[in-house]
C-alpha cells in the first residue's frame, strides 16, 4: 500500500478486508454499500482473462478496486461525473498501487461513448441510481441524491451508452431494485442488450427479494438463466454464511 496518499477533511479509510485493499470516502458525502460488494461478486464469474471493463457511474471507484482483486481482467476503465468522488477514486487507485491498472475518468455517463469510443469494452458493470423521479424524495444533499435518483443520467441513458460501448458479445452487469424490473429487461433489449443471468437478493428467505443482479450479453440470443438467490439474513443482524462467503467471511 501507498503509505504517502493523504486523507482530507471528512475523510476516512476503509479496509476492504481483500488483498490489503483500501478505499477512500466521506461518510457526509456517500459510502458504497452492500449492493456493490454483491455487483462484484456476481460480475466476477464470467468477467474473462484479459478483458478490458468499464465501470459508469464509479462514484469512489469501489467496483474496479474490488475486481482487480477478484478478476484476471487486463484493465478497468472507471467513468464518474462528480469531480469530488473522482479525486477520492484516482487518490485510492494511487493509494493501492493500482494506477497501472485502473483508470478514473472524470465524464458524463450520457456521453461516454464519445469519451471512450465505440465497441471496445469486453464487459461493462454499473451501481446505478435506482429511483426515477416518481420514486421517493430526493435528499437534499446532492452527492447522496445524485446517487439515489436519476438526476443526471437515466436507465436509458445508461442501457444505450453500454449498447455503443460494448463489443459484441460483450457482458453488461448491473445491480437494480426488482420494482423495476420490467422497465429494466425492456430498456436493455431496446439496445441489443439481451438479459443472460438474473439473481435476486433477499433481506431473508422469507421477504421478497430488493435487490437484483442483472448479466445481459450484446446482440445475445434470447436465454436466461436464473440463478439461486441471495439471502442476506438468517435472524435481524446475522448474516447467513452464503453472505459471509460473498464477503469473504469479513462483514
Given at each position: 500500500?501507498?503509505?504517502?496518499?493523504?486523507?482530507?477533511?471528512?475523510?476516512?479509510?476503509?479496509?476492504?478486508?481483500?488483498?490489503?485493499?483500501?478505499?477512500?470516502?466521506?461518510?457526509?458525502?456517500?459510502?458504497?454499500?452492500?449492493?456493490?460488494?454483491?455487483?462484484?461478486?456476481?460480475?466476477?464469474k464470467t468477467?474473462?482473462?484479459?478483458?478490458?471493463?468499464?465501470?459508469?457511474?464509479?462514484?469512489?471507484?469501489?467496483?474496479?478496486?474490488?475486481?482487480?482483486?477478484?478478476?484476471?481482467?487486463?484493465?478497468?476503465?472507471?467513468?464518474e461525473i462528480?469531480?469530488?468522488?473522482?479525486?477520492?477514486?484516482?487518490?485510492?487507485?494511487?493509494?493501492?498501487?493500482?494506477?497501472?491498472?485502473?483508470?478514473?475518468?472524470?465524464?458524463?455517463?450520457?456521453?461516454?461513448?464519445?469519451?471512450?469510443?465505440?465497441?471496445?469494452?469486453?464487459?461493462v458493470t454499473?451501481?446505478?441510481?435506482?429511483?426515477?423521479?416518481?420514486?421517493?424524495?430526493?435528499?437534499?444533499?446532492?452527492?447522496?441524491?445524485?446517487?439515489?435518483?436519476?438526476?443526471?443520467?437515466?436507465?436509458?441513458?445508461?442501457?444505450?451508452?453500454?449498447?455503443?460501448?460494448?463489443?459484441?458479445?460483450?457482458?453488461?452487469?448491473?445491480?437494480?431494485?426488482?420494482?423495476?424490473?420490467?422497465?429494466?429487461?425492456?430498456?436493455?433489449?431496446?439496445?441489443?442488450?439481451?438479459?443472460?443471468?438474473?439473481?435476486?437478493?433477499?433481506?431473508?428467505?422469507?421477504?421478497?427479494?430488493?435487490?437484483?443482479?442483472?448479466?445481459?450479453?450484446?446482440?445475445?440470443?434470447?436465454?436466461?438463466?436464473?440463478?439461486?438467490?441471495?439471502?442476506?439474513?438468517?435472524?435481524?443482524?446475522?448474516?447467513?454464511?452464503?453472505?459471509?462467503?460473498?464477503?469473504?467471511?469479513?462483514?
Open positions: 500500500m501507498n503509505n504517502n496518499i493523504h486523507l482530507k477533511d471528512g475523510e476516512r479509510l476503509d479496509d476492504l478486508q481483500l488483498n490489503n485493499l483500501h478505499i477512500i470516502q466521506n461518510p457526509e458525502k456517500f459510502c458504497f454499500g452492500m449492493d456493490a460488494v454483491l455487483l462484484s461478486s456476481f460480475a466476477s468477467i474473462r482473462t484479459n478483458d478490458n471493463v468499464l465501470d459508469l457511474g464509479t462514484g469512489t471507484g469501489i467496483l474496479p478496486i474490488l475486481l482487480s482483486a477478484k478478476t484476471k481482467a487486463e484493465h478497468y476503465s472507471a467513468l462528480q469531480e469530488e468522488s473522482v479525486d477520492m477514486a484516482k487518490r485510492s487507485v494511487l493509494l493501492n498501487n493500482l494506477d497501472e491498472k485502473i483508470d478514473i475518468v472524470n465524464g458524463d455517463i450520457k456521453t461516454a461513448s464519445q469519451i471512450f469510443g465505440a465497441a471496445v469494452f469486453d464487459a454499473t451501481n446505478p441510481p435506482y429511483m426515477n423521479d416518481n420514486h421517493g424524495i430526493k435528499n437534499p444533499d446532492m452527492p447522496k441524491a445524485i446517487a439515489r435518483h436519476e438526476i443526471l443520467c437515466t436507465l436509458d441513458d445508461i442501457a444505450r451508452e453500454s449498447s455503443k460501448l460494448l463489443k459484441t458479445s460483450g457482458r453488461f452487469y448491473m445491480v437494480h431494485r426488482p420494482f423495476r424490473m420490467t422497465e429494466i429487461l425492456c430498456t436493455l433489449a431496446k439496445y441489443k442488450l439481451e438479459t443472460k443471468r438474473i439473481c435476486m437478493v433477499q433481506p431473508f428467505v422469507s421477504k421478497e427479494p430488493n435487490m437484483v443482479l442483472i448479466e445481459a450479453v450484446k446482440n445475445g440470443k434470447p436465454f436466461v438463466k436464473f440463478e439461486p438467490p441471495i439471502i442476506v439474513y438468517d435472524t435481524p443482524s446475522v448474516y447467513t454464511t452464503q453472505l459471509l462467503n460473498i464477503y469473504g467471511g469479513t462483514v
